[in-house]
């Protein structure tokens, strides 16, 4: 139904008329804690953790008997170290103790638990656990399973559970086929609890997606196995899906759920609706606790947030609304430019007259935003609750202007504005500077937005979606599907945004880097870079106009677009396999054994074994043998003498000539035989090529070259 269905004649909230202690189930009732939300953030980064430290705080408070969760307790799908550290301590600390467990377990404890393991699911039930507040979740689309491993899919409430800190639910196996639906299906398994009289079915269907939901309803595929006197239970069904419409299937209806079903618990939508809501022409009520921390800066974020304290007591029930005390305030509110022009007389050409009312209006909102916390406060410390400190408000600017004065707007938060025809305005980033240590969002307090011209009749609107190279009319399915590159899309695509700041090359490097190797700060950290770079070349000492401003960053972009693609046509040379053949001395023979590496080709040369030095690099040998290099080594010098050898140093460049009558002189080994050198003989005089053993010990490479005639240059890498 919709939001207003029934709206009107809403009856009031049901309650309990006869409560006994002894048969009423204490429940707290929380969704969308959202934990890790914004924890980089220097201000916010602790808002989700310290908001479910209070819900903890709460259960203990109201003395329940066990806290249910509706999805998404985690905001990323792989929360951070720190993340999970302090989330398993808080359950540590305020779920564990000798306080007694009051409600009896009817299912099979054996039901969702770990395969190949043998303690049970339920935490409270292993005796090597003292659990005084058992916590029962389901997943949302923020931590929902994921992988093929040997264990299956994996979530982060998975690690709870096996840890004894969780009882997760609604973990459901989808059918492959419409064949074999009949047997698989949706099959939803309860969690049956009995207090005194009381009867608790606890049904979790975690979060699939909404067109597979809606699709499986719609099929009369999902399963829920109740028990057989199912109308003396009380039943609770949690499910985490879209129930705003988004499109025709892209939503859950409210009316579609088993008619033994007496109060849905609806996970995933973030504005509070926690008051329960009937059905029209169903018996189950509808709570939407909504999220327990602002996420995004929307409207329906703006609604003070709240937990429930659920009683249940037979077939009846009552659901008290808690608010939550450490959520930040959050205001916001819509200013159009144009029509406060004609009202109250401001110049739209004047930016500095523009500036000085955009910021009387948000100072009006901060101080409505700390009147909102005193107010809040002071009512907590009427019902005898402790004052909590102020806390820095949320306030939120939305600015719509028109494309010809969208030039220097970028996106901040606090207040929506609407400039169309206006042709300057403030720049962001300064503007949110004025109220920094005043608000919790200083770099994202205002938001301009850029009118876009309405679809004309019978047409289709283009803004954004760029012509692509698989859009070819003339391309077949074949050539298409063979030409599709994500990275080419990527880069199109942001080519066709007309990127300002950010060039495409490295943006689209960072996606990649994103979404094959799941690296979330890829992007983050990509535009921190870039921006750095931008403002390193923008800086200056002297002050300069706004105008020439937008010029600099547009010539820094493009020497910055060009340093990257040199920088990474450079990486990629040197990634490659193989590299052209060098013409000096120095060339590498990649198919060289280790024994020709002492002399020329062929050489049975051999280092002396007491050399610690690592054995001489490979030498290449050159296409043809029987001819000599056409340019001599840079470093040979000529020889003085018919039977002289030259011996060249690497490391001086130092000539010393040998006399072949001279009895040599013992010497240190070289390390290196300079091939080519010893090529530039004439090939008659060199020995051919063969295999020689190791086991010739105390011949050293000199000695050994005292015998072939004519000149050699030998390598020396002694010190």
């Not at 899906?241 to 299937?249: A, E, F, I, L, S």
């Not at 300057?424 to 949110?432: D, E, K, M, Q, V």
Request: aromatic share 4%; with cysteine; glycine share 6%.
């Amino acid at each position: 139904m919709s939001d207003d269905d029934g709206r009107g004649s809403v009856p009031s909230p049901p309650v309990i008329q006869d409560a006994s202690v002894d048969d009423t189930i204490r429940i707290l009732l929380a969704t969308d804690n959202h934990i890790g939300c914004n924890e980089r953030d220097p201000i916010r980064g602790q808002d989700s953790i310290n908001t479910f430290k209070e819900i903890l705080q709460l259960a203990v408070k109201h003395d329940v008997d066990f806290v249910l969760l509706a999805g998404d307790l985690f905001h990323e799908n792989k929360p951070s170290r720190e993340c999970l550290y302090q989330t398993m301590a808080l359950l540590r600390e305020y779920t564990m103790g000798n306080k007694p467990i009051q409600l009896e377990l009817l299912s099979d404890p054996d039901e969702g638990k770990a395969g190949s393991f043998s303690f049970p699911a339920i935490n409270y039930e292993d005796p090597n656990f003292n659990v005084g507040i058992p916590v029962f979740s389901i997943h949302g689309n923020h931590d929902d399973p994921q992988g093929a491993g040997a264990e299956g899919a994996l979530c982060a409430l998975d690690v709870l559970s096996v840890s004894g800190l969780v009882n997760y639910m609604g973990k459901i196996d989808l059918p492959l086929s419409d064949a074999n639906a009949h047997t698989t299906g949706i099959a939803v398994r309860p969690v049956l609890l009995r207090k005194g009289t009381t009867y608790l079915g606890l049904y979790g269907v975690g979060n699939v997606k909404d067109q597979r939901m809606h699709f499986e309803l719609r099929s009369n595929r999902v399963r829920m196995f109740m028990p057989r006197d199912k109308d003396n239970w009380f039943n609770i069904l949690l499910l985490h899906q879209n129930r705003v419409k988004h499109g025709p299937q892209e939503s859950v209806p409210e009316g579609m759920f088993d008619d033994s079903i007496d109060l849905v618990v609806w996970g995933h939508e973030h504005d509070c609706r926690i008051v329960p809501e009937p059905v029209a022409g169903k018996n189950y009520y509808i709570t939407q606790p909504g999220s327990s921390v602002a996420t995004s800066l929307a409207d329906g974020e703006a609604i003070q947030k709240h937990v429930a304290l659920l009683q249940i007591q037979g077939k009846e029930f009552q659901l008290t609304p808690i608010p939550l005390r450490t959520v930040r305030p959050f205001v916001i509110e819509s200013v159009v430019l144009g029509e406060v022009a004609e009202e109250e007389g401001i110049d739209l050409s004047d930016q500095i007259e523009i500036s000085k009312f955009l910021k009387t209006r948000v100072n009006a909102l901060i101080d409505k935003a700390n009147q909102l916390w005193d107010e809040r406060n002071a009512k907590a410390v009427e019902d005898g609750e402790e004052e909590v400190p102020r806390m820095l408000p949320l306030v939120r600017l939305k600015v719509r202007t028109s494309a010809t004065s969208y030039r220097s707007l970028t996106e901040f938060r606090l207040h929506q504005v609407d400039t169309t025809g206006v042709t300057a305005t403030s720049n962001p980033i300064r503007f949110g500077q004025d109220f920094q240590g005043r608000i919790a969002n200083p770099r994202d307090v205002l938001v301009f937005h850029r009118s876009k011209k309405p679809a004309t009749r019978g047409g289709k609107v283009a803004i954004d979606q760029p012509e692509l190279s698989i859009d070819d009319p003339d391309l077949s399915i074949s050539e298409k599907l063979a030409k599709v590159r994500v990275a080419t899309l990527v880069e199109e695509y942001l080519s066709a945004q007309e990127l300002q700041l950010l060039g495409e090359g490295g943006m689209s490097d960072a996606i990649q880097m994103f979404v094959e190797k799941d690296d979330i700060h890829a992007i983050e950290t990509h535009v921190a870079k870039s921006l750095k770079v931008l403002m390193n070349n923008v800086q200056g000492s002297e002050e300069v106009d706004e105008e020439e401003v937008v010029d600099m960053l547009v010539k820094a972009k493009e020497q910055h677009e060009k340093n990257y693609a040199e920088n990474k046509a450079k990486a990629l040379t040197t990634k490659k396999g193989k590299t052209p053949a060098r013409d000096d001395d120095q060339s590498d023979d990649s198919m060289m054994m280790d024994v020709d590496a002492g002399g020329a080709n062929g050489s049975d040369f051999e280092e002396e074994p007491e050399s610690d030095v690592s054995p001489p690099k490979k030498k290449r040998a050159p296409a043809q043998p029987k001819k000599a290099p056409a340019k001599a080594p840079a470093k040979k010098a000529p020889a003085k003498g018919r039977g002289k050898k030259v011996v060249v140093s690497d490391d001086d460049d130092d000539v010393i000539e040998i006399d072949d009558d001279e009895e040599e002189e013992p010497s240190k080994p070289a390390k290196k035989t300079n091939r080519a050198a010893v090529l530039s003989q004439p090939t008659k005089r060199v020995p051919a090529k063969k295999k020689t053993t190791p086991a010739a010990a105390g011949r050293s490479s000199r000695a050994a070259a005292t015998k072939a005639r004519g000149k050699m240059v030998v390598d020396d890498d002694s010190d």
